[in-house]
């Protein structure tokens, strides 16, 4: 009997503190997502600091400096050389002293080198935009998530909130004997979940915000927080383009642009191989003094006997020029002529994966929006009233929990394929901009 009266009350004891536990407050529950509508970063601001602070597209734009620098220095012509030499007769005083430069004319090549360097800072330029067009698409395309992300953590706290409190007086009515225990069980194992999900779900947002930070030049340990929800990323104006502007678009495309400039680079290429095969002249100029004699003496005018030994100034002009017999640079004009075709397939090949790319695009978006239509407020509305109504109802006595359960995890889907079509709404936009070649 003892035995027995133990047991019971270790019972007791427990369901006590397991009630007394679900009737705490969830402190996580105030814990409120990555979006701040006052002093939160707006999607126009984080295109603006990702075009100022990215670091790969510094990068890129450091290599337009450099090509810029090698456009300066093929346009310098060759520095002349100097030569001077002194001899001395060993034992002797016979001296000879010489000074010489060659100046190279460098008829042809200069021109060749210049367009060549001309061609790749426009290269570099259209890739820098090209780099720009993607990395604006990725900071949409990465804010748009993480803003999906903050509203999925948003709807299953207001859930869990909702459902906590429900479970309150739902427990506080079955230890006074007015609702079935059982309800209460049931309701405190939703609520567990929902809590999970809210849990998993901040979790999904943080990270988003997370792979957002160093397309904005941020450390990952510095504060972000986002001002655009979802819906008003999603709802903002849109302007579908037409068909004639695509095509306008498709060729201004910075990829396409690209890849013609490296078509006009290996043009440049093949003339510049071209002008180095050919001949080339570098002018000449000399002066020397010789001092020398010898050991027999004779008479100077006077009459005195002296050595005999002179002084001797020379000064020489001349030419020297290459002759291009055996190279004439065919191999380097064979390469720039298979370049050439190489850069040619090349263009061929972005302009129809750019082609490709835009109409996948309109595809996605024209469904995309289509798919908006089924979630329009007043499908929102009757959902939400579907559930507030089965709530009262139970509440009457005339639905179960399991109705109860059944509808708020039905609302709960349906809030969450709202969402998933919302995100792939804006994704499809998103795409559609990058293929049209837009990055404002």
């Known amino acids: 009997m003892a035995r027995r009266i133990a047991t019971m009350m270790i019972v007791a004891c427990s369901l006590t503190s397991a009630g007394a536990r679900a009737q705490e407050p969830d402190r996580n529950l105030t814990s409120s997502p990555p979006i701040d509508r006052a002093a939160g970063l707006s999607l126009a601001d984080a295109i603006a600091r990702a075009r100022e602070r990215e670091p790969a597209l510094r990068a890129a734009r450091a290599d337009v400096e450099v090509a810029r620098g090698q456009r300066v220095q093929s346009g310098l012509r060759p520095n002349p050389t100097t030569t001077v030499e002194s001899r001395q007769e060993p034992g002797g005083t016979d001296s000879l002293f010489t000074v010489g430069i060659e100046w190279p004319l460098d008829l042809f090549r200069r021109g060749g080198r210049i367009a060549t360097a001309d061609r790749q800072v426009e290269a570099s330029r259209w890739s820098v935009a090209d780099r720009e067009r993607l990395l604006v698409a990725d900071v949409r395309t990465q804010y748009g998530r993480a803003a999906a992300a903050a509203r999925e953590a948003d709807l299953t706290a207001e859930l869990a909130a909702t459902v906590d409190r429900q479970f309150g007086l739902l427990r506080a009515r079955a230890d006074e004997g007015a609702a079935a225990r059982l309800d209460a069980d049931r309701l405190e194992v939703e609520l567990r979940r929902l809590q999970s999900q809210r849990d998993l779900a901040t979790g999904r947002a943080e990270r988003a915000v997370i792979a957002l930070k160093p397309m904005l030049g941020l450390e990952p340990q510095e504060p972000l927080q986002l001002r655009d929800t979802l819906e008003m990323l999603v709802g903002a104006p849109r302007q579908t383009p037409s068909t004639a502007n695509a095509e306008g678009s498709l060729a201004e495309r910075p990829d396409v642009q690209a890849a013609a400039r490296q078509v006009a680079i290996a043009d440049a290429r093949i003339e510049q191989a071209k002008r180095e095969g050919r001949l080339d002249v570098s002018l000449t100029a000399g002066y020397m003094r010789m001092d020398a004699g010898f050991s027999q003496l004779g008479f100077s005018v006077s009459g005195l006997p002296e050595r005999v030994r002179g002084q001797f100034n020379y000064v020489s002009v001349g030419a020297m020029v290459m002759l291009p017999v055996l ?69 009457l006595g005339r639905a179960t929990m399991s109705d109860v359960l059944a509808e708020q995890q039905r609302y709960l889907e ?26 404002k």
């Open 327 to 395: 190279n004439r640079n065919q191999g380097q004009l064979a390469a720039a002529q298979a370049d050439r075709s190489g850069a040619e397939e090349r263009q061929r090949a972005v302009r129809l994966g750019a082609a490709t790319e835009r109409a996948a695009a309109m595809a996605r978006d024209t469904r995309a929006r289509q798919a908006m239509s089924a979630y329009g407020d007043a499908t929102r509305s009757l959902a939400r009233r579907n559930l507030d109504a089965v709530r009262q109802t139970f509440e």
């Open 414 to 439: 349906f809030e969450s394929s709202h969402t998933a079509t919302l995100l792939e709404a804006w994704e499809a936009h998103v795409e559609r901009e990058r293929a049209s070649g837009d990055s």
